[in-house]
């Protein structure tokens, strides 16, 4: 029982007996730590420092010392070094790559060989604040907390904003049918769907509005989230609302999923192959099923289910998200199993590729670079894997197989919640929640491998953040209408101009 | 049908003890406690080892008995808020928004009103109401007046405190059954008051025996809107508890032991805890021991692995965890100059044993580094005054009528209280 013991000692310090950890001796021929380059530099913010960080480690005799351990930490400003251990090269010098954390001003950073002269090295760079007004908040529409906004959809000027427990609400943000505006958002309806059987209310989660391929524009898919156990069970069903008269959406459809391995089935984020009336939809432990639904809608859907399918197999499948690439294929974002892409025809799914591709972290939402060679995941949570605050940056061959090229890290959060690429692919948004660093984040894709974070919105809460983006152009002006959590500030619709950022 | 039960509560306050013919002699008490503690536990989460030293239990008591103690008044405020804002490190505890830490109360901690009314000779049946802001009627007693420091898992499972509340309340002989509305909102900080608008969205009823002379065995249940969504929006609980409940004095020295059951289920989920506790003292020495299994939900962890969202964005969990912990205190008395001033030093130890009971993805060897808890805690008791009280009783359900009293006594359950 070390902690006794050890208590016992700390109590022989009352009477005069030193008590502490024991320190390791030096490496005996190393005896010096000393800066070669790297301190003073300035950037931006959550960016990068463009030249790395280096110290020497030398012996008496000042000659270089190969494979000492050298522990860099960021010690101030929440900024991240490339490795937290880094020996020592032939040279003695050991660097590393220093991306600078969300606060502005000093930021530190320290390079320590317990025993050694001159340790820790001290570095520090000025991290300057993203310049006011780059990306413009042009409305904030507080949303009753019970619980909050949990996503939007914005097609034809309007703004769909699902808001748990008090519904969907429909806003007018450019339509023209009642005049609004995203920096003055009109509300036309709000409906509040059915308790599905296995929720305890409403919790409306997520839609999509479904223009046919005849020019209809009838049905709202929406998406129920119930009590689940990540990893292993879900609730949650499917609502389809009538909206032919978008100031009284009418309920007219609706789809409980059974239980799989005598586990409850929630749905979650879904996709629609609107050309051919398809409706993908993730369905957590339940994997993803399809939907045909064209025609008219009503009542149970049981018998327009086309397939379904658990990427990962039992046990290993908890579904996100799902997007249809430019290929066709449909690719998966698993919180457990990883990145898929799945074969599609006429909504039947088979796995082509991918999946057990990421083990550090669990995975969150998902979208296809538009040339359809590059994909981006973000990462969520924690539990017994790593924090999520990376995006997963995946290139797809020619058969659109996804293979691992980079993690961004998103500094100063824990879970990067939703991603969304731009339909001419330059430049991306993120959500990110829990954190200083929680907000939006906009970053350009001039090279779609190597996102580079062009601006960044803070909204930041130790429990809160931004839950979910999306981007629309109205009126020649691109906006990102996000949904902020209740901390900080209340949940809300949070509605962005980005023209002047973005590429 | 709500509404008309508030009223006839605070109807049935004020009309209770006007039958009484005359008023007999006031008393008003005070008192103050804390416990300055040092407390070590290894490993914390993300491993390693960790030691604070924190002030626990502040409080300060105001006491007040009125019309032959027919009416009683008592108020607690609880200064955790300012000596543990980060909480006090526990291993297992959980619940408003903490992990690991217990949660500081709140400064009001504890405002009730009681009045009482015979309704038979010598109290064999009588009738209480007691309206303010403190204890639920369900569960076990709360652990701050119990003989461990640390307070078990299941202290969200097995108590319902800090609402506004009203209780009503029937004794016959030996048996007290109560009835109550309140508020389903917990607080998320030591500022939160109880949203008078929620106030009767959640009701519990508790039936207590006192088959014998000391032996308390009680049974209750509880519907609890939305506990930790204020707004509403949470997933509701229904909560059971039972519990028996043994203290005996003699020239020997004291006795108490305490045994517990309760379960929690909301929505799909469901948390059990059984409990079992002894403490004796002879002469100026004490020891307890406390076993515990409870299990308790686990939640996606913030940056300050401690701490969890509330109010939370969805009512999903990574799993269940099954706390087993056995723990042991010793302590002496080292001046006991009742009413005035009393100093108690103790140790106490404890070793918890985490497992997980379902899938979920929390993985506690990987969040702790071990599946074993060690934590150690040195410090001393002190008390100045009105010592603390039973807390989670009021009115009749106090005690059993008076014929049965002589048999039964019922002062405060810890062992380190006069």
């Known amino acids: 029982m070390p902690v006794v013991a050890r208590s016992l000692l700390c109590l022989l310090l009352v009477l005069g007996v030193a008590c502490g950890d024991e320190t390791a001796p030096p490496d005996n021929a190393a005896t010096t730590i000393a800066e070669v380059d790297g301190s003073g530099q300035a950037a931006t913010v959550g960016t990068a420092l463009a030249a790395p960080l280096r110290v020497v480690v030398r012996d008496a005799q ?15 400003g929440g900024g991240s070094v490339s490795a937290g251990v880094q020996p020592t090269g032939a040279d003695g010098i050991s660097s590393v790559n220093f991306t600078l954390g969300p606060l502005a001003g000093q930021q530190q950073v320290t390079a320590a060989v317990v ?12 991290a300057s604040p993203v310049a006011a007004g780059d990306i413009a908040l042009v409305k904030e529409v507080p949303i009753p907390p019970h619980y909050g906004i949990h996503d939007t959809f914005v097609r034809d000027g309007l703004a769909f904003v699902f808001a748990w427990d008090e519904g969907v609400y429909i806003f007018d943000v450019g339509n023209g049918m009642s005049g609004g505006s995203p920096s003055n958002p009109v509300q036309v309806s709000k409906t509040v769907t059915a308790v599905g059987a296995n929720s305890p209310s409403p919790s409306v989660h997520n839609g999509w509005w479904f223009h046919a ?43 409980h999923h059974p239980d799989v391995d005598a586990e409850t089935v929630g749905i979650h984020n879904f996709w629609m192959d609107e050309p051919n009336q398809i409706l993908y939809a993730a369905y957590y432990n339940g994997g993803v099923v399809s939907f045909d639904v064209s025609g008219t809608l009503s009542g149970d859907l049981s018998s327009r289910v086309i397939d379904e399918i658990r990427p990962g197999g039992a046990g290993n499948t908890f579904v996100w998200g799902v997007m249809l690439g430019p290929d066709g294929d449909l690719y998966v974002s698993d919180m457990l199993s990883g990145f898929w892409q799945l074969g599609t025809a006429g909504g039947a799914m088979s796995p082509l590729a991918g999946g057990n591709n990421v083990t550090d972290r669990f995975g969150s939402d998902l979208w296809i670079h538009p040339d359809g060679a590059v994909a981006y995941t973000g990462t969520w949570g924690g539990g017994s894997r790593m924090t999520g605050n990376q995006i997963k940056v995946w290139s797809l061959d020619g058969s659109g197989a996804p293979t691992l090229s980079s993690s961004v890290t998103v500094a100063g959060v824990s879970t990067v919640s939703d991603v969304e690429v731009s339909s001419d692919g330059s430049w991306m948004l993120v959500t990110s929640e829990y954190g200083d660093g929680a907000g939006l984040h906009l970053y350009d894709l001039a090279n779609p491998l190597a996102p580079v974070l062009i601006d960044h919105y803070p909204v930041a809460s130790p429990s809160g953040g931004l839950h979910t983006g999306t981007t629309a152009t109205i009126a020649g002006r691109t906006y990102v209408f996000a949904a902020r959590d209740p901390a900080p500030g209340g949940p809300a619709l949070m509605i962005f101009d980005v023209t002047d950022v973005i590429p | 049908m709500r509404g008309a039960l508030r009223l006839g509560l605070v109807a049935g306050l004020v009309a209770a003890p006007a039958g009484l013919a005359a008023q007999t002699e006031d008393e008003v008490t005070i008192g103050f406690h804390a416990v300055p503690a040092l407390i070590q536990v290894d490993p914390v989460p993300g491993g390693g080892e960790l030691s604070e030293l924190r002030i626990l239990h502040p409080v300060a008591m105001l006491g007040a008995t009125s019309l032959d103690g027919y009416l009683t008044a008592m108020a607690m405020l609880n200064f ?6 980060d909480g006090e490190l526990s291993p297992g505890s959980w619940g408003e928004g903490f992990v690991d830490r217990r949660h500081p109360h709140t400064y009001a901690h504890e405002f009730m009103v009681s009045a009482w009314q015979p309704l038979r000779a010598e109290g064999a049946v009588a009738l209480s109401f007691s309206l303010g802001k403190g204890f639920v009627p369900f569960g076990s007693d709360d652990p701050m007046t119990r003989p461990i420091l640390r307070y078990p898992v299941n202290h969200h499972l097995s108590q319902i405190l800090e609402r506004a509340v009203g209780i009503a309340a029937l004794r016959i002989g030996p048996a007290v059954l109560e009835g109550s509305l309140f508020n389903g909102d917990e607080p998320a900080s030591p500022e ?11 009701w519990s009823g508790r039936l207590t025996l006192w088959p014998a002379a000391g032996v308390e065995v009680q049974g209750s249940y509880a519907r609890v809107a939305s506990p930790e969504h204020r707004e509403g929006a949470g997933l509701d609980s229904r909560k059971w508890s039972a519990s028996a409940r043994l203290e005996r004095s003699s020239d020997a020295g004291q006795l108490y032991a305490m045994a517990e059951w309760a379960r929690t289920s909301e929505g799909a989920f469901d948390f059990s805890t059984v409990l079992a506790e002894a403490a004796a003292r002879r002469g100026s020495f004490g020891a307890a021991y406390r076993f515990e299994r409870t299990e308790r939900p686990e939640e996606q962890r913030l940056a300050d692995p401690f701490r969890s969202a509330r109010p939370h964005h969805d009512n999903s969990t990574l799993g269940t965890t099954r706390w087993t912990i056995h723990s042991v205190s010793l302590s002496l008395t080292a001046v006991d100059d009742w009413p005035l001033l009393g100093i108690e030093p103790f140790v106490e130890g404890s070793l918890a044993q985490v497992t997980s009971v379902d899938a979920g993805v929390f993985d506690p060897v990987a969040f702790y580094g071990d599946d074993q808890i060690w934590s150690l805690t040195l410090g001393v008791r002190l008390a100045w005054g009105q010592r603390l009280h039973r807390m989670g009783r009021y009115g009749v359900a106090t005690g059993p009528s008076p014929s049965f009293e002589h048999d039964a006594p019922q002062r405060a359950p810890a062992m380190h209280q006069h």
């Open chain 2, 80 to 85: 955790e808020g300012a000596t543990i804002p």
């Open chain 1, 213 to 255: 391929p005849g020019g209809e524009k009838r049905y709202l898919f929406v998406g129920e989230e119930g009590p689940g156990l990540v990893g292993t069970s879900s609730t949650g069903d499917l609502h389809v609302l009538d909206v032919s008269n978008l100031a009284a959406p009418l309920e007219v459809a609706t789809y």
């Open chain 2, 192 to 202: 939160d008051w109880p949203r008078v608008k929620r106030f009767g969205d959640s």
């Open chain 1, 115 to 126: 025993g050694l002269d001159g340790s820790p090295v001290a570095f520090t760079a000025t």
């Open chain 1, 62 to 76: 000042s000659d270089p010392v190969a494979g000492v351990d050298v522990v860099w930490t960021a010690s101030l």
